[in-house]
């Protein structure tokens, strides 16, 4: 069975622009988790969503930041008007609920660079 | 505040053991779970600790102690291919189960 995935791979912008990242989870798992990595940092908690709600948008750093989830698959996370502190890896994650596995499954993520 | 510290690098030599230690300050706690990391790549899952004590896996094991609020990661028979990062992270709980990740240590293994 295919993993999560990611596009773009790798996005390039300049300062001021929008940008949305996508993420298709594992089929099946319905909670979908975005995490941001800086270089050489820990991974940092932006929304989960369990369906298409997102219960929990507290790792969201600003108002710039949205996602979207549809169907209960692909999600989008939408960054508006990027800035440069905004340049980090974005790593996309599904989990099966139906389980009592903890286990995440991560994307190979988006790596963002804002000039 | 939330905070998970682990030392920054590690390095060790074929065929050894070594030990990442975790410890943690979170405000909600369901387990703790460790995460390999190669460079570029995605964090895939190691193991998962919900109790006291010892969980084995292969050469990986992962240690608890909810009470010292401490964790380890122990890595056996290292090979050239555990050199990666290693992330403890928390499974927060409540109605996300969100994990709050430690910054990581990368392990380089030498020959």
């Known amino acids: 069975g295919a993993g999560v995935s990611q596009s773009p791979s790798n996005k390039v912008t300049e300062k001021g622009k929008d940008v ?4 298709d989870p594992i089929s099946g798992h319905t909670a979908l988790y975005w995490y941001r990595q800086s270089l050489g940092q820990g991974l940092e908690f932006l929304i989960y969503f369990q369906g298409n709600s997102a219960p929990d948008k ?3 750093p600003s108002d710039r930041f949205s996602a979207e989830r549809t169907g209960g ?5 939408t960054i508006q ?10 790593l996309c994650a599904s989990r099966d609920m139906r389980g009592a596995t903890d286990t995440q499954y991560f994307g190979p993520g988006t790596r963002l660079t804002v000039l | 505040g939330q905070s998970l510290e682990q030392p920054s690098e590690v390095t060790a030599v074929e065929g050894a053991i070594v030990q990442i230690n975790c410890t943690y300050q979170t405000s909600g706690f369901y387990g703790l779970s460790w995460y390999q990391q190669h460079d570029g790549g995605a964090p ?3 193991s998962y600790n919900a109790l006291d ?19 380890y990661l122990l890595l056996q028979e290292l ?9 403890c992270a928390v499974r927060h709980g409540g109605a996300t189960n969100k994990l709050i990740f430690g ?8 020959p």
């Open chain 1, 81 to 90: 008007r990027t800035q440069q502190e905004d340049s980090a890896v974005y």
């Open chain 1, 58 to 60: 507290s790792g969201l």
């Open chain 1, 73 to 77: 698959s692909v999600s989008t996370l």
């Open chain 2, 103 to 110: 910054t990581g240590t990368l392990l380089a293994v030498q």
């Open chain 2, 44 to 46: 895939t899952f190691l």
């Open chain 1, 20 to 23: 949305e990242l996508r993420c």
């Open chain 2, 53 to 71: 004590g010892l969980e084995e896996t292969g050469r990986f094991s992962s240690f608890l102690s909810r009470s010292d609020s401490y964790g």
């Open chain 2, 79 to 87: 090979q050239m291919k555990d050199s990666a990062s290693y992330f």
